[in-house]
């Protein structure tokens, strides 16, 4: 079992969003997040750390470069029982990161609504899919959550094992993640 301390979310989809803080909330999990997802967090009162004020590095390039972050990606990388991992993290005041849940932007409904390039350029999501597949790379550690019909499958195995998540359980959302990355990609 996975005790879940910290999580980062960053969803384009922000359906069913208050059903997820709610859970997070009643486990006292710190919750790190940026832009639209950040706002919407604030704005259903729940606590909330900016990517920007965790990392202590400003969203650059118009927001294209966010959670692209040494202190986001080593959190959620690191082995858990890897002593050399554990000093990495110490030495360079890094957290580690137990959950993630992302949602990609939505590129295909792009393509399919807009001949504008520009637009459809900027809808190609980087900093998802990196997350995603770092979280679900580390699945022994990292529970990750792509999808909106996924959270009630993470409630109710957050509530069965008091704020944790099995072994079992992160591996089925690994692999489900992968599929999500490689049909994004193609």
């Known amino acids: 079992m996975k005790k879940i301390k910290r999580a980062i979310i960053s969803l384009s989809d922000k359906k069913n969003l208050k059903s997820i803080l709610k ?10 997040s940026s832009g639209g997802t950040f706002k ?5 009162k729940y606590k909330c750390i900016e990517v920007s004020d965790y990392t202590n590095f400003s969203e ?5 470069v966010k959670t692209l972050h040494p202190k986001i990606h080593a959190g959620i990388l690191s082995k858990r029982n890897n002593k050399l991992h554990k000093k990495h993290l110490l030495k360079n005041n890094f ?11 939505p590129f295909e409904n792009i393509l399919n609504n807009s001949n504008n390039h520009s637009k459809i350029l900027e809808n190609i999501d980087i900093g998802g899919p ?3 597949r770092a979280a ?10 792509t999808k909106v019909e996924q959270y009630p499958k993470l409630i109710n195995e957050l509530n069965k094992n008091a704020g944790g998540t099995s072994l079992l359980f992160r591996q089925k959302m690994s692999e489900e993640a992968f599929t999500e990355t490689a049909y994004y990609d193609s």
């Open 23 to 32: 859970i997070l909330d009643k486990n006292n999990i710190e919750i790190v």
């Open 40 to 44: 919407e967090i604030r704005k259903l």
């Open 60 to 64: 650059i390039l118009n927001g294209r």
């Open 95 to 105: 957290e580690e990161i137990d959950l993630v849940i992302v949602n990609f932007y």
């Open 130 to 132: 990196t997350l995603v």
């Open 136 to 145: 679900a790379k580390n699945y022994n550690f990292v529970t990750v959550i």
